[in-house]
């Protein structure tokens, strides 16, 4: 008779018991012993970018879990194990005498390398590797792009087609009642640690990091590290992670019928806090914590009982709408790999010759995680974006907002976005997309890289011409400027006509509201007893008619990032001053389409149009590469009308129709 498994369970963005299809499949395997691990992968600790926030949702995360575990089996935990999973796992296949390792399989580019790694030390180790199983997205996202014709997917509408083949979404599965031992618990080998250097994230310490001192933890007991094990600055969120928070917060938005039923993410206002008008849930997407398939058939559920259906809210607006998003940008990205969040030698992103862009290194072609300061001018835009200094204060709050509390609606995120890239600074997108990863506590490469195409109109949208409004976009929901009060302090005394525009305000009443408009925000923010708040640092419409101008030009010239001449950098030649809002060369074959600079639309449109138009999205993405209307690489700039885009209340919906209650 054969002996009984003896598995490890290896844990890694599935932080949660409920619905686990990979865990399930190590419990089918009737295990004499069961391991759930986690090992501290270096990669994410020193490489990848990652706040204090995003560090603390993780630990929540972790502890919710192993508590959880503990309480089905008093003997059994989360083991962490401080080490690199390439190295750790074959000594303690060894150690542990393990038969079976399972995971959930992953698409992230860096994860299929480093499962392929294991799975062939643990070939070599005679050691089974369960890891067919996927629960981070509705669709397998592999098999959404064989569906897709082995293509990105590049909207919504390819999405619905692709998953039409594979069938109805798998319902979730129970948490398990009960959970196998772990076996015998010795390291009788040595630790390999890692080399810290080079340590992008030394910035958010403040103290000695001890990740790797001890391979088991300071009281070798497997314990969740703490902040100050890691050396980490304290977090500043309010928002906090864990299974059983996820599971909580799911009960109250289905509580809520109405909202669930209605909900249209257009229609929410991005400008509310305390509460905020949508779900939060996407953080426990991202680390697991809350399974996207008991959320999807939850709101189905919800929506399939409602009393008046005709009100019900529909794809891609809804809540399913968002779910599929998400599965669009990580087939997106199971399809391309690494150059999905980069342009260069991105097949599906245009070529722009935005400021700052990014280093490349030439063995591989992928970024380097460096840029050229092209622009002196540029770069000082992009610092004081990034720390909230423009000295326009509804980016500034949201800036500030995203910084402290590692999120901001998604609406704010598209206004931020459009600032820094097509509608201001003319700053490469890769630039914002590494800020949001070091502060965004739902960071997923995929959806982040994805979004800032989508919003400086590289891909999956094309209507550069479409800029958000600093000051009038933020009024349509929050007249007053609550919002702006509560993360730009400065200007709390400051009456609404001039909280979007304080440089308006005469010196006389700036001094009466405690807080003068001057400089560019690099001091202290005092002058005696007065704040200071910095002028603007640009003329917003003039800056927004140079970059549609320039976009336009670009959209014309018609290059993308796998294009001859933007890896050999003869692209230059086709630009005069490097493309900035002038008239480039033409290049033969490629030809602009439709109105790209927007003419014809009024400017009020211009000022307030949201660029993911999620009423549209569903067909959007034909202007770029790789949509529904692909017309080659020199086609559409940008022009065409498309359903939904008459008026701004098919944008917005009716001002006194936001939904702000809290989910």
């Given at each position: 008779?054969?002996?009984?498994?003896?598995?490890?369970?290896?844990?890694?963005?599935?932080?949660?018991?409920?619905?686990?299809?990979?865990?399930?499949?190590?419990?089918?395997?009737?295990?004499?012993?069961?391991y759930p691990i986690w090992t501290w992968d270096p990669h994410y600790v020193y490489r990848a970018?990652?706040?204090?926030?995003?560090?603390?949702?993780?630990?929540?995360?972790?502890?919710?879990?192993?508590?959880?575990?503990?309480?089905?089996?008093?003997?059994?935990?989360?083991?962490?194990?401080?080490?690199?999973?390439?190295?750790?796992?074959?000594?303690?296949?060894?150690?542990?005498?393990?038969?079976?390792?399972?995971?959930?399989?992953?698409?992230?580019?860096?994860?299929?390398?480093?499962?392929?790694?294991?799975?062939?030390?643990?070939?070599?180790?005679?050691?089974?590797?369960?890891?067919?199983?996927?629960?981070?997205?509705?669709?397998?996202?592999?098999?959404?792009?064989?569906?897709?014709?082995?293509?990105?997917?590049?909207?919504?509408?390819?999405?619905?087609?692709?998953?039409?083949?594979?069938?109805?979404?798998?319902?979730?599965?129970?948490?398990?009642?009960?959970?196998?031992?772990?076996?015998?618990?010795?390291?009788?080998?040595?630790?390999?640690?890692?080399?810290?250097?080079?340590?992008?994230?030394?910035?958010?310490?403040?103290?000695?990091?001890?990740?790797?001192?001890?391979?088991?933890?300071?009281?070798?007991?497997?314990?969740?590290?703490?902040?100050?094990?890691?050396?980490?600055?304290?977090?500043?969120?309010?928002?906090?992670?864990?299974?059983?928070?996820?599971?909580?917060?799911?009960?109250?938005?289905?509580?809520?019928?109405?909202?669930?039923?209605?909900?249209?993410?257009?229609?929410?206002?991005?400008?509310?806090?305390?509460?905020?008008?949508?779900?939060?849930?996407?953080?426990?997407?991202?680390?697991?914590?809350?399974?996207?398939?008991?959320?999807?058939?939850?709101?189905?559920?919800?929506?399939a009982k409602a009393e008046n259906k005709k009100k019900a809210s529909t794809i891609p607006t809804?809540?399913?709408?968002?779910?599929?998003?998400?599965?669009?940008?990580?087939?997106?990205?199971?399809?391309?790999?690494?150059?999905?969040?980069?342009?260069?030698n991105n097949p599906t992103a245009r070529f722009i010759p935005w400021h700052l862009p990014s280093?490349?290194?030439?063995?591989?072609?992928?970024?380097?995680?460096?840029?050229?300061?092209?622009?002196?001018?540029?770069?000082?835009?992009?610092?004081?974006?990034?720390?909230?200094?423009?000295?326009?204060?509804?980016?500034?709050?949201?800036?500030?907002?995203?910084?402290?509390?590692?999120?901001?609606?998604?609406?704010?995120?598209?206004?931020?976005?459009?600032?820094?890239?097509?509608?201001?600074?003319?700053?490469?997108?890769?630039?914002?997309?590494?800020?949001?990863?070091?502060?965004?506590?739902?960071?997923?490469?995929?959806?982040?890289?994805?979004?800032?195409?989508?919003?400086?109109?590289?891909?999956?949208?094309?209507?550069?011409?479409?800029?958000?409004?600093?000051?009038?976009?933020?009024?349509?929901?929050?007249?007053?400027?609550?919002?702006?009060?509560?993360?730009?302090?400065?200007?709390?005394?400051?009456?609404?006509?001039?909280?979007?525009?304080?440089?308006?305000?005469?010196?006389?009443?700036?001094?009466?509201?405690?807080?003068?408009?001057?400089?560019?925000?690099?001091?202290?923010?005092?002058?005696?007893?007065?704040?200071?708040?910095?002028?603007?640092?640009?003329?917003?419409?003039?800056?927004?008619?140079?970059?549609?101008?320039?976009?336009?030009?670009?959209?014309?010239?018609?290059?993308?990032?796998?294009?001859?001449?933007?890896?050999?950098?003869?692209?230059?030649?086709?630009?005069?001053?490097?493309?900035?809002?002038?008239?480039?060369?033409?290049?033969?074959?490629?030809?602009?389409?439709?109105?790209?600079?927007?003419?014809?639309?009024?400017?009020?449109?211009?000022?307030?149009?949201?660029?993911?138009?999620?009423?549209?999205?569903?067909?959007?993405?034909?202007?770029?590469?790789?949509?529904?209307?692909?017309?080659?690489?020199?086609?559409?700039?940008?022009?065409?009308?498309?359903?939904?885009?008459?008026?701004?209340?098919?944008?917005?919906?009716?001002?006194?129709?936001?939904?702000?209650?809290?989910?």
């Amino acid at each position: 008779m054969s002996p009984k498994p003896r598995v490890i369970y290896w844990f890694r963005t599935d932080l949660r018991l409920h619905d686990s299809p990979a865990l399930q499949a190590a419990l089918d395997l009737k295990p004499e012993c069961l391991y759930p691990i986690w090992t501290w992968d270096p990669h994410y600790v020193y490489r990848a970018r990652v706040g204090p926030n995003r560090w603390q949702f993780l630990l929540d995360c972790q502890s919710d879990l192993s508590a959880s575990i503990t309480k089905l089996n008093k003997k059994s935990k989360l083991l962490v194990l401080r080490e690199a999973p390439q190295t750790v796992l074959p000594k303690l296949f060894k150690a542990w005498n393990i038969t079976h390792l399972v995971f959930e399989r992953d698409t992230d580019p860096y994860a299929k390398e480093r499962d392929a790694k294991v799975m062939e030390m643990a070939k070599k180790a005679g050691v089974e590797v369960v890891a067919t199983r996927h629960g981070r997205t509705l669709y397998d996202p592999d098999e959404l792009v064989k569906a897709h014709g082995g293509k990105p997917t590049m909207s919504i509408s390819q999405v619905q087609h692709a998953a039409e083949k594979l069938g109805a979404v798998p319902k979730p599965l129970d948490a398990p009642q009960s959970l196998p031992d772990p076996g015998d618990l010795s390291l009788d080998f040595e630790q390999t640690q890692p080399s810290p250097e080079p340590d992008i994230n030394s910035i958010q310490r403040d103290r000695d990091e001890k990740s790797y001192t001890t391979l088991s933890g300071p009281k070798a007991d497997f314990a969740v590290p703490t902040m100050s094990e890691l050396g980490l600055k304290p977090a500043t969120t309010p928002h906090r992670g864990g299974e059983t928070l996820a599971l909580a917060a799911l009960d109250a938005l289905i509580a809520n019928e109405h909202y669930t039923t209605t909900f249209s993410k257009p229609e929410t206002a991005p400008t509310a806090f305390s509460p905020q008008s949508t779900t939060l849930l996407s953080p426990h997407h991202h680390f697991g914590s809350l399974s996207v398939r008991l959320l999807y058939w939850r709101v189905q559920a919800v929506i399939a009982k409602a009393e008046n259906k005709k009100k019900a809210s529909t794809i891609p607006t809804n809540l399913i709408g968002q779910l599929l998003f998400r599965d669009m940008y990580f087939a997106a990205q199971a399809a391309l790999g690494y150059p999905f969040a980069q342009t260069f030698n991105n097949p599906t992103a245009r070529f722009i010759p935005w400021h700052l862009p990014s280093k490349t290194d030439p063995s591989t072609s992928l970024v380097t995680g460096s840029y050229t300061i092209d622009s002196p001018e540029a770069e000082t835009w992009f610092q004081r974006w990034k720390f909230g200094r423009t000295g326009f204060p509804w980016i500034d709050a949201l800036m500030r907002q995203l910084r402290h509390e590692g999120w901001i609606h998604h609406l704010g995120r598209h206004a931020v976005a459009c600032f820094l890239t097509r509608g201001g600074c003319y700053v490469d997108w890769e630039r914002g997309a590494e800020v949001f990863e070091e502060w965004l506590i739902d960071h997923e490469t995929s959806c982040n890289s994805g979004n800032w195409q989508w919003l400086s109109c590289t891909a999956f949208f094309a209507q550069f011409y479409r800029c958000y409004s600093p000051v009038a976009f933020p009024k349509r929901t929050d007249a007053d400027g609550e919002f702006v009060r509560r993360f730009v302090p400065e200007l709390g005394k400051f009456p609404k006509r001039f909280v979007y525009e304080p440089w308006k305000a005469s010196l006389v009443d700036q001094r009466r509201w405690g807080c003068f408009v001057k400089g560019d925000g690099c001091g202290d923010g005092e002058e005696g007893e007065y704040k200071v708040y910095p002028k603007p640092m640009f003329d917003f419409d003039k800056r927004r008619g140079i970059c549609i101008a320039g976009m336009k030009n670009a959209y014309r010239i018609g290059l993308y990032g796998d294009d001859a001449r933007v890896k050999d950098g003869s692209w230059r030649e086709l630009f005069d001053d490097e493309g900035e809002g002038v008239r480039g060369k033409t290049v033969e074959g490629h030809t602009a389409d439709g109105d790209g600079d927007g003419k014809g639309v009024h400017k009020e449109k211009m000022d307030l149009g949201i660029d993911q138009d999620e009423r549209e999205a569903a067909h959007a993405g034909g202007e770029n590469k790789g949509g529904d209307d692909d017309v080659g690489r020199g086609g559409g700039g940008g022009g065409k009308r498309k359903r939904g885009q008459g008026t701004l209340d098919q944008h917005f919906g009716s001002p006194g129709k936001r939904k702000r209650g809290r989910v």
